[in-house]
């Protein structure tokens, strides 16, 4: 049988018919709240989703959030993160600390996290920092080494090294250490260093100061 040529397929023949159908709940879905029936959007988002299609449901939870309506945007965006599309969550949350409201903000970050997108829990503890709130970023960085997320550690020990906690900073520098946290490029001045300038020895103590016939440890 000659296969047909290719000017005769069409989109049935690329994707199967449930992708397409998922494609076209998401475009109805767009439409719906390009009119403002953010009911009708939702509902055909969500089928979607329930297809294969979750990001529609995040960008319209993301929609209702902007139209004023952040209870349903809310609900919208931890029913796309279980179908598979987390990021909704991240997006609101920067959405309402934008909207200076701190505590929600956090809330969705954290949430986001449960599903693996650290980030936006990292973003917070640094605006918390710049905002002179050092208590709450800590407490965001500790949630952030919670979910793993790569500068959390190091984060967490300069805090206790600048509240002169050496013992609390040294243990969770060597934790990050540890965990390899030394070949992370976004250190350009890691509490380690000055809490072990020579270096560490196999056995966790500091490397004592060199004599002059030796070369200085380096990291």
């Not at 953010?38 to 902007?66: G, K, M, N, R, S």
């Not at 600390?97 to 917070?124: I, P, V």
């Not at 072990?196 to 990291?219: A, C, K, L, S, Y």
Request: some cysteine; aromatic content about 8%; overall charge negative.
């Amino acid at each position: 049988m000659r296969p047909p040529a290719y000017e005769e397929l069409d989109d049935s023949d690329i994707w199967p018919v449930d992708h397409l159908t998922c494609r076209a709940l998401a475009d109805l879905a767009f439409t719906a709240a390009q009119a403002a029936d953010y009911e009708q959007a939702a509902a055909l988002a969500l089928e979607a989703a329930e297809c294969c299609q979750p990001d529609a449901l995040a960008d319209i939870a993301l929609q209702h959030e902007q139209a004023g309506l952040p209870v349903e945007a809310s609900e919208l965006a931890h029913q796309a993160a279980a179908h598979g599309a987390p990021v909704g969550l991240s997006h609101l949350a920067m959405m309402r600390e934008e909207a200076a409201l701190f505590e929600q903000a956090e809330h969705y970050a954290r949430a986001a996290a449960g599903y693996g997108l650290t980030n936006t829990l990292a973003d917070l503890a640094v605006r918390r920092e710049a905002t002179g709130d050092k208590e709450r970023a800590e407490e965001l960085w500790e949630a952030a080494a919670t979910y793993g997320h790569p500068a959390a550690l190091a984060n967490i020990a300069r805090f206790r090294y600048e509240s002169h906690d050496i013992d609390g900073a040294s243990r969770i520098a060597r934790e990050a250490l540890d965990q390899g946290d030394a070949a992370y490029p976004h250190h350009t001045n890691p509490v380690w260093r000055k809490l072990w300038p020579h270096g560490i020895e196999p056995d966790g103590t500091p490397t004592p100061f060199p004599h002059d016939d030796v070369w200085p440890q380096t990291w």
